[in-house]
């Protein structure tokens, strides 16, 4: 056997012994933390996007949301949603405020979805108890907001069907910077 053909049956040995080693530990993951099973994946997977296609059963109202909000929002948000202490933004007002030279952002001037609001009370509020409240209480919760900005009638109920056709009054504010898949 040639010098050269030495080497290229060394290198051929070579690479198939990385290679299985590599397909070794490939298998063996780097060893953080442990495997996640599907239904704790489940629990964390509530994202809901505006068309409101993923939003779960569930209804609510403005007067049961104010009992939601006193319960588990005032502390924060203060009274009528308007801000507490410096501790929360404010929720209600500055609607029109955007193009003016002291805009105010919030869930009615700002936010071009009402399903995002139901998304993010229903992941991360109240504050000192995410993913606590009912579906039942994020959707009052989300019509008492949208009712102290006067987005939607007092008297609305919202669910998985009411919820998307809301109209906030930011819907076409923002401008999508890439073009739309046909």
């Given at each position: 056997m040639s010098i050269s053909d030495f080497r290229w049956h060394a290198s051929l040995v070579l690479m198939l012994v990385f290679a299985?080693?590599?397909?070794?530990?490939?298998?063996?993951?780097?060893?953080?933390?442990?495997?996640?099973?599907?239904?704790?994946?489940?629990?964390?997977?509530?994202?809901?996007?505006?068309?409101?296609?993923t939003l779960p059963p569930g209804e609510g109202s403005a007067p049961h949301g104010k009992e939601v909000y006193r319960k588990h929002c005032l502390r924060c948000h203060g009274e009528g949603a308007e801000g507490g202490d410096g501790l929360a933004d404010r929720l209600v007002g500055g609607i029109g405020s955007?193009?003016?030279?002291?805009?105010?952002?919030?869930?009615?001037?700002?936010?071009?979805?009402?399903?995002?609001?139901?998304?993010?009370?229903?992941?991360?509020?109240?504050y000192d108890l995410p993913m606590s409240l009912t579906n039942d209480d994020v959707y009052a919760v989300t019509a008492y907001v949208l009712v102290l900005n006067d987005i939607i009638e007092p008297t609305d109920v919202l669910n998985s069907i009411t919820l998307p056709n809301i109209e906030m009054p930011n819907r076409h504010g923002f401008v999508i910077h890439w073009p739309e898949s046909d």
């Open positions: 299985s080693m590599h397909s070794a530990f490939a298998q063996l993951g780097p060893s953080l933390g442990e495997s996640v099973t599907p239904e704790e994946v489940g629990k964390w997977d509530i994202s809901i996007a505006p068309d409101g296609l955007l193009a003016s030279e002291s805009p105010i952002k919030t869930v009615g001037s700002y936010w071009p979805y009402a399903t995002t609001i139901f998304d993010y009370v229903r992941r991360a509020m109240p």
